[in-house]
Structure formats: C-alpha cells, structure tokens
C-alpha cells in the first residue's frame, strides 16, 4: 500500500438514509436533457431544433465561449422540447428516447497507438469532454491546455455518499482504459485516490494510475482536498479532474467506439421507502427514480421533502417535473430529505436529543456513532460573521477561510489570490456554511469570487 493520507480536520454528518448495496435497473425515463446551468461558463449555442431525430453522441449545442466544446445526447430519439427562461435564456434541451439506444459512431484506434491530438478530437466529438474539469476555477477544461497532472477521486465522503466501489463494480475493463486516455492527455501523472478501507474490487487493482490511499472525515472525499494534500496548485498551474464514472464511459468510448452514458446513482435519504442503487443514463429525468419509491405518508400525516441532485450539502433542489428536474451531469446520487418549513417553538430550549451539534449545544454530542434525520431548516437568520475558529476545524487545506470569505466579499482581487482562491470550489467550503452560525451561503459566495477570477484573469 502508498503512503496513507491522514486528515483529521472535517466532519462527518451521520444521516438516517444511506444505500444498500443492492442494484436496480430503473425504467426507461419519459425523457433526458443536458441542463446548461449545470456547466459552469457555458454559454449554450444550439445545433438542433425540435423535432429532429438524434442518436447518443449527437451534438445538441455548443459552448460560444469555445465552439469546439460539444455537448451531445445521451440516448437516441427526438429532440421534444427546448425549455428557455428570461432573456431567451435556454434552460435545457430535452430528448424524447425512442428505446433503440442507437449511437454515433466514432473512429478510434488501439490505446496504445492513441496520440494526444486524436484522444482529445475523438472526446469533443463525442460531446465527452464536459467530462473533463479544469481547476482552477472549476470549468470545462481549455482544449488548448496541457495540464500538470489528472485527478480521479474513488472516495465520496459527504452525507449519505454512494460507495464509489460499488458503482464501478462491473466497469474494470472499461476503467482501465479510460485511465490509459487520460494519461495521453497529460505529460504529468494520472492520480487516483481511495479510501484505506478499499482492499478489493476495481479500484484495488489498478495499475494504470499512481494510487493514494486517504482516510478522515468529510471533505476527506473532495478531489480539491486531495489535490491540496498531493500536488498543491499554485498560480499559472492548471490541473484536471474527472469523476470516476466519467473514467469509464470514456473507457467505453475508446474500446466500442460508441457513446454509452449509462450510470449508477444512489437513490438516498429518510425520505425513501427502500434507500439503493439504481442503473440510469446520464440525464434522466429525476422522477423516473424517485416515483414510487418514497416513504408513503401515513393517514393525516403532512410532509413536503426537498429531492436533492447530489448530497445534501452541495446538490441542486429539483422539482422532480420542471424543466429543470433532471440528473446532473456531474452527480452519482439522488438525496429525498424532510422540508425544513415547521416551526419549532423553544426549540434552542430543549434538550434536543434528535438534533446533530457541532458546537455541544444539544446533549446528541454524547452519541457520536448516532444517525440523524435532519430537515433543510437553517435554525436560525442571517446575521454578520462571528469570528469564533470554527471554519479552520473543518477545512484540511491550507487556508485560512473566513479571511477568504471576507476577501472574496471586499472585491480584494490580490487579497484573494494570496488566501488560496487557485485551490476551491464551491463544495470545498460546503462545512463551513453547515456550520456557521452566521448563516452565510458560503458556497454563493465563493461561486461569486470564481466569477469574479474569471473575469479579471480574461
């Protein structure tokens, strides 16, 4: 075994709803869609009309920032609706599926004779390289950028988090390759970082990669807190991401030369009858997962749930029929918990034994091991920060976050390059807003100075 990276800052939220590890093979949805919103920079330039027939791997749009960047269907069928907001503003492009699963063919070659040029134009073509992100910043990786090293995370410690092990269980092969593509992309090295406790399966026996075994407390599963641990970035540094699954339907690209987009999600929360794992494409509608498969009320009972694309700290609130109701490009994981919209009177005055505390406030601190069925109650109002020490308990990278938050706020461009703005996103800093007594959106904010960056730096 590598040398084993310990964290100890972070904190790990135990939830009632986490997943079996048992595999279902959801229906067909009624339909899929690529969300634009759901790519940060991207400026959506449409390449169809409704009506017009697709195959998986046909483009839909492109980004205006960089026309060589496609974004294409996951499945065959017919393109049934382009859902605008304000200002025209496209909201998402939505496919009807014919249940042919037809796909475009691509021209690839053996890995091995796989050159750097005809690795990343057979990726655009494909409408695969979203999949690839871009630190800093978080964007769709630069087509014209060599990156100093790739990350693949195979550990997810937020809230409920799927077993990533279990979600690749059948992709070896498909695994394998897809590392091999990545390595073409880069002169630098292709990590991959496990938990100490991953001893078998796929992820265990990978050669292709240099392997990290990691263990801590949340964010302990957050590619940016390993990139920090391992190869730290720093001004003028560009390193790449790709998420685990992504990995593999590359790999599946470059050995059938088709587009299969196919994944496994974990369906999680109190408010699921029967918490697993279900088989889906990429882009399904969220209620082809979440119908008929929550808690049923109870005669008299009343409870509206909030269902989650992603983790509870960081995922996208989704109305399971909207336009905008659909997977996330980037998300292994539906989440269904209670919505926090009942009034607690003296509540702060109870003993409060079913509530989870940071701070030792409530005695549910003396049963560390105990899982709680949290609502999205923020229990409590904005107010201005409190300097208290708190963040630094559950950020393991080497920033001071408060000062960063404030930076980011002032508008102090320099300010925030000297605080470590090059090593975060948003889901960096997902603990620090759980936590805050002040009740600030931490993540907003951090998306603002991103945007901020972007501009400044363009």
């Not at 759901?38 to 449409?46: M, Q």
């Amino acid at each position: 075994m590598s040398k084993v990276i310990k964290l100890r800052k972070g904190l790990d939220i135990n939830l009632v709803g986490a997943a079996e590890r048992v595999l279902t093979k959801s229906a067909t949805a009624a339909s899929y869609a690529l969300v634009p919103d759901h790519y940060r920079g991207v400026t959506p330039k449409l390449l169809v009309k409704v009506g017009d027939k697709v195959k998986a791997g046909s483009p839909l749009f492109f980004s205006k920032e960089n026309p060589e960047v496609l974004f294409t269907s996951p499945v065959s069928g017919e393109v049934s609706a382009v859902n605008r907001g304000e200002k025209r503003k496209i909201l998402s492009v939505v496919v009807t599926p014919d249940g042919q699963n037809q796909s475009e063919n691509f021209d690839v070659c053996p890995i091995a004779e796989l050159s750097r040029e005809r690795a990343k134009e057979t990726l655009l073509r494909a409408g695969f390289w979203p999949m690839i992100i871009q630190r800093p910043f978080g964007v769709i990786a630069r087509t014209d950028a060599v990156p100093k090293a790739v990350f693949v995370s195979g550990l997810d410690t937020a809230p409920l988090a799927p077993d990533l092990n279990f979600l690749v269980q059948d992709e070896g092969e498909n695994i394998i390759a897809g590392l091999e593509v990545l390595k073409k992309l880069t002169d630098g090295k292709v990590h991959l970082t496990v938990g100490t406790d991953t001893t078998a399966g796929v992820l265990s026996r990978v050669k292709q990669a240099e392997v990290h075994h990691i263990e801590g407390p949340h964010p302990a599963g957050n590619v940016g807190v390993q990139i920090s641990q391992i190869d730290p970035i720093n001004k003028g540094d560009i390193v790449w991401t790709v998420e685990l699954q992504h990995v593999a339907m590359i790999g599946r690209l470059f050995l059938t030369g088709t587009v299969d987009m196919g994944k496994v999600v974990a369906l999680t929360g109190s408010e699921v009858a029967k918490p697993r794992y279900f088989k889906v494409v990429s882009g399904a509608l969220i209620s082809s997962v979440t119908d008929g498969n929550l808690r049923p009320q109870t005669e008299g009972e009343k409870h509206d749930v909030r269902i989650i694309s992603g983790n509870p700290l960081t995922g996208i609130k989704v109305a399971p029929d909207n336009v905008e109701g659909y997977l996330g490009f980037y998300h292994n994981q539906i989440t269904v918990i209670p919505e926090g919209n009942k009034y607690e009177f003296l509540g702060w005055a109870m003993p409060r034994l079913d509530r989870f505390s940071v701070s030792h406030s409530y005695f549910s601190w003396l049963f560390p091991k105990k899982k709680y069925n949290l609502d999205t109650n923020m229990n409590g109002g904005h107010r201005a920060f409190v300097q208290t020490g708190i963040y630094d308990k559950v950020m393991p990278m080497n920033i001071y976050p408060l000062y960063l938050i404030k930076a980011i706020l002032a508008g102090d461009i320099d300010k925030m390059e000297n605080l470590g703005i090059y090593e975060i996103l948003e889901e960096d800093v997902a603990l620090c807003e759980f936590i805050d007594p002040s009740k600030n959106e931490w993540q907003a904010i951090v998306g603002k100075g991103i945007e901020l960056m972007i501009k400044e730096l363009n």
